[in-house]
């Protein structure tokens, strides 16, 4: 009985996902914004790679539109070099809406597993979670990136993280790793809790990751394109800017001008948070950690704003955290940190506040705040009851 109410509830979310990303998809193409700028990028990167040109010289659509993935995601996204513009954007979307579709009720059953709770219906943190990054979803679908698909490998690798069967995380997170190498933050709590497996399995499918090229153009062909990549990363925080990553916040509040000064400043204070609560607390809760290193992803690191859709998986267990506890002023703070991390867009805000918001960080350090109140949660743990 308990099985068909999740599946029902499942079914509802999918067809709940079907008519957003349906209503969504008119919209912009009623108006005409349709423009997936982001897969444009790899649409053209991908047919002029495999014309055997260099995917990493020229911008494609923008002018900050460079391809900055590493070579190995050219063959995953083999297939746009065989079919026009338009039918890429069809394949895109249908993988970005199936990622929505799955992602949340599999962080749902991830949060049971963390906080230890017979699987029940609770469907209210399938739209919960949802509404809470729906401004980053239309940023996601309007841009065609591919951060829902990243959060979804991530949420696959998490529900089995704890299993018999390694290969069932390793393979999702190597993938997601080779897509956005800056999820590489999920690895810091591995390595403290000394996840030896996890951590060569991972290794050891990156270095198949970086020959793949080499079946194709061979190893010194290889090499020359990797280190394309890496000085297209290394240019990519000359021509964007980040009002929510730490490096802007670091400038605009502190008078700071240093790139990654802050960010190793506040990753080291969560390093060594993290290194005490093993001493004191154990590994029981590691995927905790997880997701709170994986939410501070996009404030490490300058990318582009829908990013913060992978704090999705945070949102969801500190709403369980916060349920558990019954506390107003908890709420409160959440609620605080929430409204301008959720709903920071000029249809919500006008452009005027809008702008505002993205100038004082708004986006950035609602974000910070949810990751302190989760941190601070975590070191005053309370017994686990069923919710």
């Known amino acids: 009985m308990e099985g068909r109410i999740l599946k ?38 991908v047919n002029d790679f495999f014309s055997g040109n260099n995917p990493y010289i020229n911008s494609y659509g923008l002018e900050t539109g460079y391809f900055k993935y ?14 026009p513009f338009w ?5 895109h979307i249908t993988f970005l809406f199936a990622s929505l579709a799955l992602t949340f009720p599999i962080l749902r059953e991830v949060a049971f597993k963390i906080f230890n709770v017979p699987s029940k219906k609770m469907t209210w943190l399938l739209y919960a979670g949802t509404i809470s990054i729906v401004v980053h979803l239309g940023r996601e679908f309007h841009m065609g990136n591919v951060n829902l698909l990243l959060l979804l490998l991530f949420s696959v690798g998490l529900y089995y993280f704890k299993g018999a069967a390694l290969w069932k995380t390793v393979v999702p997170w ?37 020959l793949i090229p080499t079946m194709h153009i061979g190893f010194s062909a290889t090499l020359d394109l990797w280190m394309d990549w890496f000085h297209s990363i290394s240019d990519h925080g000359n021509y964007i800017v980040s009002y929510n990553s730490l490096k802007y916040m670091s400038e605009f509040y502190l008078g700071w001008n240093s790139s990654w000064g802050l960010s190793m400043v506040v990753l080291s204070i969560l390093i060594c948070l993290l290194i005490l609560f093993k001493f004191n607390r154990g590994a029981n809760n590691l995927s905790e950690w997880i997701i709170v290193f994986l939410a501070f992803v996009p404030n490490f690191f300058v990318t582009d704003t829908e990013h913060f859709l992978i704090s999705a998986p945070l949102i969801i267990v500190l709403m369980m ?42 986006t950035g350090l609602g974000n910070l705040t949810l990751i302190c109140l989760y941190v601070g949660l975590l070191f005053s743990p309370i017994k686990r009851e069923e919710i």
Do not use: C
């Open 8 to 45: 029902r509830s499942t079914s509802i979310f999918v067809v709940f996902a079907i008519l957003f990303v349906g209503l969504f998809v008119t919209i912009e193409l009623i108006n005409q914004k349709l423009y997936t700028s982001d897969l444009l990028v790899y649409y053209g990167a």
């Open 174 to 210: 190597s993938l997601m790793l080779i897509l956005k190498p800056i999820m590489i933050l999920i690895i810091v709590p591995l390595i403290v809790f000394q996840q030896w497996r996890h951590i060569f399995s991972l290794g050891a499918m990156g270095v198949g990751f970086f």
């Open 87 to 91: 039918m890429a954007q069809v394949i």
């Open 321 to 362: 955290q916060l349920v558990q506890r019954t506390s107003y002023a908890l709420w409160l703070l959440f609620v605080v940190a929430i409204l301008p991390f959720s709903f920071n867009s000029i249809d919500f805000l006008g452009r005027e506040l809008s702008t505002k918001v993205d100038v004082y960080a708004g």
């Open 70 to 83: 590493p070579p190995t995601t050219l063959y995953l996204f083999s297939i746009f070099s065989i079919v």
